[in-house]
T-cell receptor
Framework: DTGVSQDPRHKITKRGQNVTFRCDPI?????LYWYRQTLGQGPEFLTY????????KSRLLSDRFSAERPKGSFSTLEIQRTEQGDSAMYLC????????????FGEGSWLTVV | QKEVEQNSGPLSVPEGAIASLNCTYS??????FFWYRQYSGKSPELIMS????GDKEDGRFTAQLNKASQYVSLLIRDSQPSDSATYLC????????????FGAGTILRVKS
């Protein structure tokens, strides 16, 4: 069973540019989550999908952020017009929704906005 | 008040000692509790989950849950330098839907 896969692992972008991250969850996991983590803080929830439906989105998430999971498998997180405050590790996670709903994280995608 | 609170540390223990990490949560209806370990620059790795009051042991790790007092703890026996990391407590419950809410983590340093 392969784990959660994220791409790219590192991204450096200039302020104002758009960036997109991809996540491939553990196969047959129907729930997929995006979190953001900055230094010294725990992961902060951004959004989550059950299959292709986006069921919840954090109120802290600005309109510049959008996420999709078009076929209920992989997901993308796009950040438009990046700002320096967007610099963080973006974590994708998945779960089967069964047996306590244990959530497994990918290796994360580091974003640096310069 | 934060939803999940942890002492940021660092907690320093000598090699071979027991490390005790604590976490309190605000929502009395929380049902599922998780401990994740995170090495510097890496993503969180699940160590333990616990759902009912009492102790749950897995190797050198023991998770303890007390719902009446709204705290959960993680004990690491025979601590090793490789245990040095940030330990994140996470909670799931009806108030939060199907997502985890994390504390800020406790930094553990095991000195050889």
């Amino acid at each position: 069973d392969t784990g959660v896969s994220q791409d790219p692992r590192h991204k450096i972008t200039k302020r104002g540019q758009n960036v997109t991250f991809r996540c491939d969850p553990i196969s047959e996991h129907n729930r997929l989550y995006w979190y953001r983590q900055t230094l010294g803080q725990g992961p902060e929830f951004l959004t989550y999908f059950q299959n292709e439906a986006q069921l919840e989105k954090s109120r802290l998430l600005s309109d510049r952020f959008s996420a999709e999971r078009p076929k209920g498998s992989f997901s993308t997180l796009e950040i438009q017009r990046t700002e320096q405050g967007d610099s963080a590790m973006y974590l994708c996670a998945s779960s089967s929704g069964q047996g306590g709903n244990t959530i497994y994280f990918g290796e994360g995608s580091w974003l640096t906005v310069v | 008040q934060k939803e999940v609170e942890q002492n940021s540390g660092p907690l320093s223990v000598p090699e071979g000692a027991i490390a005790s990490l604590n976490c309190t949560y605000s929502d009395r209806g929380s049902q599922s509790f998780f401990w994740y370990r995170q090495y510097s620059g890496k993503s969180p790795e699940l160590i333990m989950s616990i759902y009912s009051n009492g102790d749950k042991e897995d190797g050198r790790f023991t998770a303890q849950l007390n719902k009446a007092s709204q705290y959960v703890s993680l004990l690491i026996r025979d601590s090793q330098p490789s245990d040095s990391a940030t330990y994140l407590c996470a909670v799931m419950g009806a108030r939060y839907g199907n997502k985890l809410v994390f504390g800020a983590g406790t930094i553990l340093r095991v000195k050889s």
